[in-house]
């Protein structure tokens, strides 16, 4: 097993008024910084850097980076959904390390599309239908995952799916958004007492091997 303890770091996140989110930060005791080719190869829409190295990656709604020691979460809901999340995403890392055989490591680094290119394949009516000001704003919101292609009806049309095709290429699904929200500085222990422990013998915070 490549992680066999971390502790699990669940911050509060401002928001709309009357609701909570949390972010988490999941701290490693061992380099995780081989896996990620791995993870490249098999996480759909992942964004790899290698000079970092690091991994951006988005699933269901939520931002996830993997870091060499340590992983980031996002858009979470409370701190329960925050261990389960967490624990998942470093048995993921485990079962990808344990099937490295397996697995062609992908190096490839996957840029994100600038605005400009993405505006130039817009309808470019300036119509609002996206409930965004201008097709430039969209663009730019495009291409750092803040909204979605299916927002533009006029994109839809049938003499524009060509078009559309293309970005479809060019701005996967599960592309991460970027652009990280101001936290409060209280961290938020997930169990009280600074760190996470798993119960099902996977891999444990150090509190919980002493």
Not at 31 to 53: C, E, F, H
Request: proline letters at 8%; a neutral charge; aromatic letters at 6%.
């Amino acid at each position: 097993m490549l992680i066999e303890d971390y502790d699990l770091e669940v911050t509060s996140v401002p928001c709309e008024p009357g609701s909570e989110e949390f972010a988490a930060i999941v701290r490693l005791n061992v380099d995780i910084g081989l896996t990620l080719p791995y993870l490249n190869r098999t996480l759909r829409g992942a964004v790899y850097i290698a000079q970092s190295p690091s991994l951006a990656w988005k699933k269901g709604g939520r931002n996830i980076a993997f870091w060499p020691y340590k992983i980031a979460i996002g858009h979470l809901e409370d701190r329960a959904q925050a261990q389960k999340v967490a624990q998942g995403l470093v048995d993921l890392v485990n079962r990808t390390w344990a099937r490295r055989e397996e697995i062609e490591p992908d190096y490839e680094m996957r840029k994100r599309p600038g605005p400009l290119e993405v505006y130039n394949l817009l309808p470019r009516t300036n119509c609002r239908a996206c409930e965004q000001p201008t097709c430039y704003t969209f663009a730019c919101k495009l291409v750092i995952g803040r909204v979605k292609l299916e927002a533009c009806p006029v994109l839809q049309e049938p003499q524009h799916a060509p078009q559309l095709a293309q970005l479809v290429s060019m701005l996967p699904v599960d592309m991460p958004a970027v652009g990280p929200k101001e936290s409060k500085s209280t961290l938020i222990a997930a169990d009280g007492s600074g760190s996470f422990s798993s119960s099902r013998g996977g891999a444990q915070s150090k509190s919980e091997r002493e």
